[in-house]
Protein backbone atom coordinates (compact mmCIF):
# COMPACT_ATOMS: atom_id res chain seq x y z
CA UNK A 1 0.00 0.00 0.00
CA UNK A 2 2.72 2.20 0.79
CA UNK A 3 4.36 1.75 -2.66
CA UNK A 4 1.23 2.24 -4.39
CA UNK A 5 0.61 5.36 -2.64
CA UNK A 6 4.47 6.60 -3.14
CA UNK A 7 4.10 5.98 -6.96
CA UNK A 8 0.94 7.77 -7.00
CA UNK A 9 2.19 10.78 -5.23
CA UNK A 10 5.19 10.61 -7.72
CA UNK A 11 2.91 10.44 -10.77
CA UNK A 12 0.53 13.30 -9.26
CA UNK A 13 3.97 15.57 -8.85
CA UNK A 14 5.31 14.74 -12.58
CA UNK A 15 2.01 15.50 -13.90
CA UNK A 16 1.99 18.99 -12.18
CA UNK A 17 5.41 20.21 -13.38
CA UNK A 18 4.34 19.00 -16.70
CA UNK A 19 1.50 20.80 -17.24
CA UNK A 20 2.57 23.75 -15.04
CA UNK A 21 5.34 24.05 -17.60
CA UNK A 22 2.80 23.98 -21.05
CA UNK A 23 2.84 27.03 -22.77
CA UNK A 24 -0.52 28.81 -23.18
CA UNK A 25 -2.63 26.79 -25.06
CA UNK A 26 -5.43 29.72 -26.05
CA UNK A 27 -5.18 33.06 -28.64
CA UNK A 28 -3.24 35.99 -27.60
CA UNK A 29 -4.90 38.35 -29.56
CA UNK A 30 -8.87 38.22 -28.55
CA UNK A 31 -9.66 42.41 -29.08
CA UNK A 32 -10.90 42.89 -32.39
CA UNK A 33 -11.07 46.75 -32.16
CA UNK A 34 -8.55 48.58 -34.01
CA UNK A 35 -5.85 50.17 -31.61
CA UNK A 36 -3.29 52.75 -32.72
CA UNK A 37 0.68 51.01 -31.99
CA UNK A 38 2.89 53.98 -31.05
CA UNK A 39 5.47 51.90 -28.65
CA UNK A 40 6.33 48.37 -27.07
CA UNK A 41 3.63 47.34 -24.73
CA UNK A 42 0.54 49.10 -26.64
CA UNK A 43 -2.12 46.78 -28.13
CA UNK A 44 -0.67 44.03 -26.20
CA UNK A 45 -4.43 42.13 -27.19
CA UNK A 46 -5.53 43.46 -29.83
CA UNK A 47 -5.42 41.74 -33.24
CA UNK A 48 -5.41 44.67 -35.99
CA UNK A 49 -2.69 47.31 -35.05
CA UNK A 50 -2.11 50.50 -36.83
CA UNK A 51 1.31 52.01 -36.77
CA UNK A 52 2.36 55.58 -37.03
CA UNK A 53 -0.85 56.68 -39.07
CA UNK A 54 -0.45 59.29 -41.63
CA UNK A 55 3.41 59.14 -40.63
CA UNK A 56 6.83 57.92 -42.31
CA UNK A 57 7.27 53.98 -41.15
CA UNK A 58 2.89 53.79 -41.12
CA UNK A 59 2.01 50.31 -41.64
CA UNK A 60 -1.11 48.35 -40.60
CA UNK A 61 -0.72 44.44 -38.29
CA UNK A 62 -2.91 42.17 -38.27
CA UNK A 63 -2.93 38.85 -35.99
CA UNK A 64 -3.86 35.37 -37.15
CA UNK A 65 -3.99 32.68 -34.63
CA UNK A 66 -4.29 28.71 -34.91
CA UNK A 67 -4.60 25.77 -32.68
CA UNK A 68 -2.34 22.39 -32.47
CA UNK A 69 -4.86 20.63 -35.30
CA UNK A 70 -4.53 23.38 -37.42
CA UNK A 71 -7.68 25.20 -37.12
CA UNK A 72 -7.93 29.22 -36.62
CA UNK A 73 -8.44 29.93 -32.87
CA UNK A 74 -11.23 32.09 -33.56
CA UNK A 75 -12.45 33.06 -37.36
CA UNK A 76 -13.43 36.09 -35.82
CA UNK A 77 -9.71 37.27 -36.20
CA UNK A 78 -9.41 36.28 -39.85
CA UNK A 79 -13.01 38.16 -40.72
CA UNK A 80 -11.34 41.04 -38.98
CA UNK A 81 -8.77 41.17 -40.61
CA UNK A 82 -10.37 41.30 -43.98
CA UNK A 83 -12.44 43.60 -42.93
CA UNK A 84 -9.96 46.19 -42.02
CA UNK A 85 -7.93 45.65 -45.54
CA UNK A 86 -10.36 44.73 -47.74
CA UNK A 87 -11.58 48.27 -48.24
CA UNK A 88 -7.89 49.46 -47.70
CA UNK A 89 -7.07 47.46 -51.09
CA UNK A 90 -9.56 48.58 -52.77
CA UNK A 91 -8.60 52.51 -52.76
CA UNK A 92 -4.86 52.39 -52.11
CA UNK A 93 -2.37 50.27 -53.52
CA UNK A 94 -0.66 47.81 -50.82
CA UNK A 95 2.06 45.74 -50.12
CA UNK A 96 0.60 42.43 -48.41
CA UNK A 97 3.91 40.90 -46.02
CA UNK A 98 3.23 37.62 -44.03
CA UNK A 99 4.98 36.51 -41.24
CA UNK A 100 5.10 32.95 -39.77
CA UNK A 101 7.12 32.34 -36.82
CA UNK A 102 9.09 29.17 -35.53
CA UNK A 103 9.97 26.87 -32.78
CA UNK A 104 9.63 28.60 -29.21
CA UNK A 105 7.54 31.27 -31.07
CA UNK A 106 3.70 32.49 -30.53
CA UNK A 107 1.57 35.85 -30.92
CA UNK A 108 2.72 36.78 -27.05
CA UNK A 109 3.03 40.82 -26.66
CA UNK A 110 6.58 39.85 -25.86
CA UNK A 111 7.71 37.60 -28.54
CA UNK A 112 10.61 38.95 -29.91
CA UNK A 113 10.00 37.98 -33.91
CA UNK A 114 7.22 40.39 -33.41
CA UNK A 115 9.38 43.40 -32.85
CA UNK A 116 11.25 42.23 -35.55
CA UNK A 117 8.97 42.05 -38.17
CA UNK A 118 7.44 45.34 -37.28
CA UNK A 119 10.57 46.88 -38.22
CA UNK A 120 10.80 45.10 -41.71
CA UNK A 121 7.27 46.68 -41.92
CA UNK A 122 8.52 50.00 -40.99
CA UNK A 123 11.94 49.37 -43.50
CA UNK A 124 9.43 48.40 -46.72
CA UNK A 125 7.40 51.36 -45.63
CA UNK A 126 9.93 53.80 -45.86
CA UNK A 127 10.99 52.15 -49.33
CA UNK A 128 8.11 52.72 -50.50
CA UNK A 129 8.18 56.53 -49.87
CA UNK A 130 11.01 56.56 -51.20
CA UNK A 131 10.19 54.50 -54.26
CA UNK A 132 7.50 56.05 -56.86
CA UNK A 133 5.09 53.21 -56.21
CA UNK A 134 4.10 54.63 -52.85
CA UNK A 135 1.73 51.55 -51.49
CA UNK A 136 0.59 51.42 -48.18
CA UNK A 137 2.16 48.19 -46.35
CA UNK A 138 0.12 45.92 -44.66
CA UNK A 139 1.44 43.13 -42.36
CA UNK A 140 -0.15 39.60 -40.99
CA UNK A 141 1.36 37.78 -37.99
CA UNK A 142 0.32 33.99 -38.40
CA UNK A 143 0.56 32.69 -34.82
CA UNK A 144 0.58 29.05 -33.94
CA UNK A 145 2.30 27.17 -30.71
CA UNK A 146 5.49 27.33 -31.41
CA UNK A 147 6.10 26.90 -27.46
CA UNK A 148 4.38 23.82 -26.14
CA UNK A 149 6.79 24.12 -22.86
CA UNK A 150 8.28 27.02 -21.22
CA UNK A 151 10.97 25.19 -18.91
CA UNK A 152 14.56 25.56 -20.00
CA UNK A 153 15.75 22.56 -20.17
CA UNK A 154 12.27 20.81 -21.16
CA UNK A 155 11.54 22.54 -23.77
CA UNK A 156 14.36 21.63 -26.16
CA UNK A 157 12.74 17.87 -26.19
CA UNK A 158 9.57 19.17 -28.38
CA UNK A 159 11.49 19.39 -31.40
CA UNK A 160 9.88 16.55 -33.17
CA UNK A 161 6.56 17.43 -31.69
CA UNK A 162 6.15 20.71 -32.73
CA UNK A 163 7.74 19.33 -36.40
CA UNK A 164 4.38 17.27 -36.50
CA UNK A 165 2.36 19.89 -35.70
CA UNK A 166 4.12 22.83 -37.86
CA UNK A 167 3.13 20.43 -40.86
CA UNK A 168 -0.10 19.39 -39.16
CA UNK A 169 -0.71 23.67 -39.17
CA UNK A 170 0.23 23.78 -42.62
CA UNK A 171 -1.72 20.82 -44.15
CA UNK A 172 -5.21 22.88 -42.45
CA UNK A 173 -5.98 26.37 -42.24
CA UNK A 174 -3.16 27.95 -43.56
CA UNK A 175 -3.61 27.36 -47.25
CA UNK A 176 -7.14 29.32 -46.99
CA UNK A 177 -5.75 32.37 -45.08
CA UNK A 178 -3.28 32.82 -47.46
CA UNK A 179 -5.22 32.42 -50.70
CA UNK A 180 -7.74 35.08 -49.06
CA UNK A 181 -4.85 37.14 -48.61
CA UNK A 182 -4.27 36.73 -51.99
CA UNK A 183 -7.01 38.09 -52.45
CA UNK A 184 -7.05 41.53 -50.75
CA UNK A 185 -3.89 41.78 -53.19
CA UNK A 186 -6.56 41.73 -56.31
CA UNK A 187 -9.06 44.01 -54.61
CA UNK A 188 -8.75 47.10 -56.32
CA UNK A 189 -8.45 45.49 -60.00
CA UNK A 190 -11.73 44.59 -59.05
CA UNK A 191 -13.04 47.71 -58.46
CA UNK A 192 -11.02 49.05 -61.25
CA UNK A 193 -12.65 46.84 -63.52
CA UNK A 194 -14.39 49.20 -65.64
CA UNK A 195 -11.28 51.32 -66.32
CA UNK A 196 -9.02 48.55 -65.58
CA UNK A 197 -4.90 50.20 -64.74
CA UNK A 198 -1.87 48.27 -64.21
CA UNK A 199 -1.86 46.12 -60.85
CA UNK A 200 0.60 47.83 -58.89
CA UNK A 201 -0.62 45.71 -55.48
CA UNK A 202 1.92 42.79 -54.32
CA UNK A 203 2.09 40.40 -51.68
CA UNK A 204 5.04 38.45 -49.70
CA UNK A 205 5.00 35.51 -47.27
CA UNK A 206 7.44 35.10 -45.09
CA UNK A 207 7.99 31.56 -43.11
CA UNK A 208 11.16 31.03 -40.02
CA UNK A 209 12.46 27.70 -39.11
CA UNK A 210 9.17 25.59 -38.63
CA UNK A 211 7.07 28.77 -39.51
CA UNK A 212 8.82 27.94 -43.47
CA UNK A 213 7.75 24.15 -43.24
CA UNK A 214 4.05 25.41 -42.48
CA UNK A 215 3.71 27.78 -44.90
CA UNK A 216 6.02 24.98 -47.31
CA UNK A 217 3.30 22.28 -46.87
CA UNK A 218 0.61 24.87 -47.29
CA UNK A 219 1.93 26.15 -50.50
CA UNK A 220 3.73 23.26 -51.89
CA UNK A 221 0.96 21.92 -54.37
CA UNK A 222 0.03 25.89 -55.02
CA UNK A 223 3.84 26.32 -56.13
CA UNK A 224 3.88 23.27 -58.69
CA UNK A 225 0.38 24.29 -60.18
CA UNK A 226 1.36 27.80 -60.71
CA UNK A 227 5.01 27.04 -62.43
CA UNK A 228 3.02 24.76 -65.02
CA UNK A 229 -0.40 26.59 -65.02
CA UNK A 230 -2.67 24.84 -67.49
CA UNK A 231 -5.22 27.88 -67.57
CA UNK A 232 -7.23 28.44 -70.85
CA UNK A 233 -4.83 30.53 -72.98
CA UNK A 234 -1.78 30.31 -71.18
CA UNK A 235 1.32 28.52 -72.63
CA UNK A 236 4.56 27.03 -71.18
CA UNK A 237 6.49 29.93 -73.14
CA UNK A 238 5.19 32.21 -70.37
CA UNK A 239 6.27 33.31 -66.74
CA UNK A 240 6.03 31.12 -63.68
CA UNK A 241 3.66 32.00 -61.07
CA UNK A 242 3.72 31.91 -57.56
CA UNK A 243 1.39 32.68 -53.97
CA UNK A 244 1.54 36.35 -54.93
CA UNK A 245 4.46 38.08 -55.30
CA UNK A 246 7.53 35.97 -53.61
CA UNK A 247 7.66 33.74 -50.65
CA UNK A 248 11.01 33.71 -48.61
CA UNK A 249 11.95 30.71 -46.20
CA UNK A 250 14.58 31.52 -43.86
CA UNK A 251 16.07 28.89 -42.27
CA UNK A 252 13.48 26.20 -42.77
CA UNK A 253 13.46 23.15 -41.06
CA UNK A 254 11.51 20.62 -43.48
CA UNK A 255 13.20 17.65 -45.69
CA UNK A 256 15.43 18.76 -48.77
CA UNK A 257 12.55 15.73 -50.31
CA UNK A 258 10.20 17.84 -50.08
CA UNK A 259 11.35 20.60 -52.37
CA UNK A 260 12.43 17.75 -55.25
CA UNK A 261 9.85 18.14 -57.34
CA UNK A 262 9.31 22.07 -57.24
CA UNK A 263 13.36 21.83 -58.12
CA UNK A 264 13.47 19.14 -61.00
CA UNK A 265 10.08 21.47 -62.58
CA UNK A 266 12.44 24.08 -62.66
CA UNK A 267 15.02 22.52 -64.58
CA UNK A 268 12.96 20.76 -66.46
CA UNK A 269 14.84 20.76 -70.38
CA UNK A 270 16.92 23.38 -68.91
CA UNK A 271 14.59 26.29 -70.04
CA UNK A 272 14.79 29.50 -70.57
CA UNK A 273 13.37 32.20 -68.44
CA UNK A 274 12.09 35.69 -70.14
CA UNK A 275 14.02 38.62 -68.89
CA UNK A 276 10.75 39.85 -66.88
CA UNK A 277 10.57 36.53 -64.83
CA UNK A 278 11.14 37.72 -61.17
CA UNK A 279 11.87 35.57 -57.69
CA UNK A 280 9.15 33.61 -56.54
CA UNK A 281 10.59 31.31 -53.91
CA UNK A 282 13.82 32.10 -51.61
CA UNK A 283 15.20 29.90 -49.26
CA UNK A 284 17.70 31.23 -46.89
CA UNK A 285 19.73 29.14 -44.66
CA UNK A 286 22.57 29.39 -42.65
CA UNK A 287 25.77 27.51 -43.04
CA UNK A 288 26.64 27.08 -38.96
CA UNK A 289 22.15 26.70 -38.54
CA UNK A 290 22.94 23.54 -36.18
CA UNK A 291 18.87 23.31 -35.45
CA UNK A 292 18.67 22.13 -39.55
CA UNK A 293 22.10 21.44 -40.05
CA UNK A 294 22.85 18.71 -37.56
CA UNK A 295 19.57 18.30 -35.24
CA UNK A 296 17.55 17.76 -37.59
CA UNK A 297 19.76 15.20 -39.60
CA UNK A 298 20.08 13.17 -36.32
CA UNK A 299 16.77 12.97 -35.84
CA UNK A 300 15.66 11.78 -39.47
CA UNK A 301 18.17 8.98 -39.11
CA UNK A 302 15.92 7.34 -36.96
CA UNK A 303 12.57 8.45 -38.00
CA UNK A 304 14.10 7.34 -41.86
CA UNK A 305 15.29 3.86 -40.16
CA UNK A 306 12.46 1.48 -42.21
CA UNK A 307 12.01 4.02 -45.23
CA UNK A 308 13.75 2.28 -48.21
CA UNK A 309 15.25 5.15 -50.69
CA UNK A 310 17.04 4.98 -53.93
CA UNK A 311 19.15 7.16 -56.12
CA UNK A 312 17.01 9.02 -58.72
CA UNK A 313 18.90 10.36 -62.01
CA UNK A 314 18.52 14.48 -62.17
CA UNK A 315 20.40 17.41 -63.82
CA UNK A 316 21.76 20.90 -63.66
CA UNK A 317 21.67 23.54 -65.94
CA UNK A 318 25.32 25.20 -67.27
CA UNK A 319 22.89 27.05 -69.59
CA UNK A 320 19.84 26.87 -71.11
CA UNK A 321 19.24 23.83 -72.91
CA UNK A 322 23.01 22.51 -71.45
CA UNK A 323 22.51 20.30 -68.68
CA UNK A 324 24.90 18.29 -66.43
CA UNK A 325 23.79 14.69 -65.26
CA UNK A 326 23.22 14.77 -61.62
CA UNK A 327 22.31 11.99 -58.74
CA UNK A 328 20.78 12.35 -55.51
CA UNK A 329 19.94 9.87 -52.80
CA UNK A 330 16.75 10.23 -51.66
CA UNK A 331 17.82 8.78 -48.23
CA UNK A 332 20.23 11.93 -47.68
CA UNK A 333 17.48 14.16 -48.97
CA UNK A 334 14.85 12.54 -46.68
CA UNK A 335 17.56 13.21 -43.75
CA UNK A 336 19.10 16.60 -44.41
CA UNK A 337 16.79 20.35 -44.64
CA UNK A 338 16.78 21.66 -48.32
CA UNK A 339 18.95 24.51 -47.27
CA UNK A 340 22.02 21.35 -46.06
CA UNK A 341 21.34 19.73 -49.18
CA UNK A 342 24.46 20.20 -51.36
CA UNK A 343 22.76 19.45 -54.71
CA UNK A 344 19.45 21.90 -54.61
CA UNK A 345 21.90 24.83 -53.12
CA UNK A 346 21.50 27.55 -56.30
CA UNK A 347 23.68 30.36 -54.67
CA UNK A 348 25.77 32.17 -51.64
CA UNK A 349 24.73 35.02 -50.01
CA UNK A 350 28.28 36.98 -48.82
CA UNK A 351 28.68 40.22 -46.69
CA UNK A 352 30.17 42.72 -48.46
CA UNK A 353 33.40 44.15 -46.84
CA UNK A 354 32.07 47.90 -47.86
CA UNK A 355 28.51 48.67 -48.21
CA UNK A 356 27.55 49.85 -51.98
CA UNK A 357 26.49 53.39 -51.96
CA UNK A 358 22.88 54.43 -52.95
CA UNK A 359 22.38 58.09 -55.24
CA UNK A 360 19.76 59.75 -53.74
CA UNK A 361 17.79 59.49 -57.08
CA UNK A 362 18.08 55.44 -56.56
CA UNK A 363 14.95 53.69 -57.93
CA UNK A 364 14.59 50.06 -57.05
CA UNK A 365 13.54 49.98 -60.53
CA UNK A 366 16.89 49.97 -61.65
CA UNK A 367 17.61 47.29 -59.47
CA UNK A 368 15.27 45.19 -60.52
CA UNK A 369 16.48 46.23 -64.32
CA UNK A 370 19.89 44.84 -63.15
CA UNK A 371 17.95 41.87 -62.44
CA UNK A 372 17.03 40.73 -65.27
CA UNK A 373 20.42 40.67 -67.28
CA UNK A 374 21.84 38.22 -64.60
CA UNK A 375 24.39 35.94 -66.20
CA UNK A 376 25.15 32.26 -65.15
CA UNK A 377 28.02 31.89 -62.51
CA UNK A 378 27.84 35.52 -62.01
CA UNK A 379 26.82 37.40 -58.95
CA UNK A 380 24.42 40.52 -57.92
CA UNK A 381 26.22 43.78 -55.17
CA UNK A 382 22.97 44.42 -52.96
CA UNK A 383 23.37 47.43 -50.50
CA UNK A 384 25.55 45.19 -47.75
CA UNK A 385 25.57 42.03 -49.47
CA UNK A 386 26.39 39.86 -52.75
CA UNK A 387 24.12 37.03 -53.91
CA UNK A 388 26.77 34.39 -55.80
CA UNK A 389 25.50 32.35 -58.71
CA UNK A 390 26.65 28.40 -58.32
CA UNK A 391 25.76 27.79 -61.92
CA UNK A 392 23.23 25.12 -61.31
CA UNK A 393 20.42 26.60 -62.53
CA UNK A 394 19.72 29.21 -65.69
CA UNK A 395 19.39 32.55 -64.95
CA UNK A 396 16.15 34.13 -64.01
CA UNK A 397 15.01 30.60 -62.55
CA UNK A 398 12.89 31.46 -60.15
CA UNK A 399 13.43 29.40 -57.46
CA UNK A 400 17.17 30.32 -55.30
CA UNK A 401 17.89 27.77 -52.75
CA UNK A 402 20.53 30.26 -51.11
CA UNK A 403 23.10 28.92 -48.28
CA UNK A 404 24.00 32.00 -45.86
CA UNK A 405 27.13 33.11 -44.92
CA UNK A 406 27.77 32.64 -40.90
CA UNK A 407 28.39 36.44 -40.63
CA UNK A 408 25.03 37.50 -41.92
CA UNK A 409 23.36 34.94 -39.80
CA UNK A 410 25.06 33.11 -37.29
CA UNK A 411 22.63 30.36 -36.39
CA UNK A 412 19.01 29.22 -36.29
CA UNK A 413 17.38 32.37 -34.92
CA UNK A 414 19.48 35.04 -35.88
CA UNK A 415 17.52 35.82 -39.08
CA UNK A 416 17.30 39.57 -38.23
CA UNK A 417 20.83 40.75 -38.61
CA UNK A 418 20.46 44.56 -40.03
CA UNK A 419 22.10 43.15 -43.47
CA UNK A 420 19.61 40.16 -44.13
CA UNK A 421 16.80 42.94 -43.35
CA UNK A 422 18.64 44.87 -46.06
CA UNK A 423 18.59 41.66 -48.11
CA UNK A 424 15.20 40.67 -47.88
CA UNK A 425 13.49 44.16 -48.09
CA UNK A 426 15.57 44.43 -51.71
CA UNK A 427 14.46 41.03 -52.63
CA UNK A 428 11.13 42.23 -51.44
CA UNK A 429 10.96 45.70 -53.62
CA UNK A 430 12.81 43.48 -56.63
CA UNK A 431 9.81 40.84 -57.06
CA UNK A 432 7.33 43.39 -56.19
CA UNK A 433 7.99 46.74 -57.70
CA UNK A 434 5.39 47.07 -61.03
CA UNK A 435 7.34 46.12 -64.45
CA UNK A 436 7.01 49.24 -66.83
CA UNK A 437 3.16 49.33 -67.76
CA UNK A 438 4.32 48.45 -71.76
CA UNK A 439 5.10 44.58 -70.35
CA UNK A 440 3.14 44.78 -67.50
Not at 265 to 270: A, K, L
Given at each position: MMKISRSLFLVTVLSALTFSACAQNSPYRTNYQSCTYTQSGDCANHAVQHHAPGQPGEYYLSFIEFDDQGQLWDRKQLHNMLDTYRPIAGVDDVLLVTFIHGWHHNASPEDGNIQDFRHLL???????????TKRKVLGVYIGWRGESLTVPVMKHITFWDRKNTAHKVGQQGVTEVLLRLEEIVNAKAGMDAAKPQPL??????IGHSFGGAILYTALQQILEDRFIDSRTHK???GNANGLGDLVVLMNPAFEALRYATLYD??????RGYFRTQLPKLAILTSETDRATGWAFPAGRLFSTFFETHTTIHRHTCEKVGKDIPMDIAEGQADRHTVGHFSPYLTHRLIPLTASTKRSKDFNYRSLQTLWAEQQASGSFLFENTELIHLGKTVPNNPYLNIQVDTHLIAGHND?????????VRDLI???????????E
Open positions: ADLSQAETDNDKSRFVTTSTISQDYCIWHDHIVSFMISTTPLEQSV
